[in-house]
């Protein structure tokens, strides 16, 4: 048994330095291969640099809300992946800074309380616990919607999202 268990740990020893020297292999550079030192300290890279996914948890009304950094401010999204587009109310546009004299209302758009018209704009970031996306389209909706949805403009740009019982998942 003990002998499986050294056999066990050498293996994984190589196997972490083979992993450590793919990860850092720079086909410019030329290698020379040197006899193993006693003792050597074994450094091994981060395999990866993508960002850690970030969290939003279930409320208990059994929805996602996310508090968002857009453009610098705060805005309370309720996620909804049936929304093809973030979704803005007339009141949080306002907060961001967005005119809403200027805008066109010219795209059509359906709520759950009916028809109404929305106008394109584009958002220069939105971030929700670390998960960032730059340049992101959104509509502003000029009724019937009572809060901010975080729909597929959003999540559809992330590398994943994942729902859970009792979270919402983001990957960057």
């Given at each position: 048994?003990?002998?499986?268990a ?7 020893l ?101 028809k ?57």
């Amino acid at each position: 048994m003990l002998k499986f268990a050294a056999v066990v740990l050498v293996g994984a020893l190589s196997a972490v330095g083979a992993a450590g020297a793919v990860v850092n292999f720079d086909p410019s550079q030329t290698f020379s291969v040197q006899a193993p030192q006693a003792n050597a300290q074994l450094a091994v890279a981060p395999v990866s640099s993508r960002p850690a996914p970030a969290q939003v948890t279930k409320a208990a009304d059994g929805h996602y809300w996310a508090t968002a950094d857009v453009d610098g401010s705060a805005v309370r999204f309720l996620v909804d992946t049936g929304a093809t587009a973030v979704a803005l109310t007339a009141t949080d546009a306002k907060r961001l800074g967005l005119d809403l004299a200027k805008l066109t209302y010219g795209v059509p758009v359906t709520t759950a309380d009916g028809k109404t018209m929305a106008a394109q704009v584009k958002l220069r970031s939105v971030t929700i616990a670390g998960a960032r996306v730059e340049n992101v389209d959104a509509l502003v909706l000029q009724s019937g919607l009572e809060t901010s949805l975080l729909g597929m403009s959003y999540l559809g740009r992330l590398s994943s999202f994942e729902a859970t019982r009792t979270a919402l998942i983001l990957k960057p």
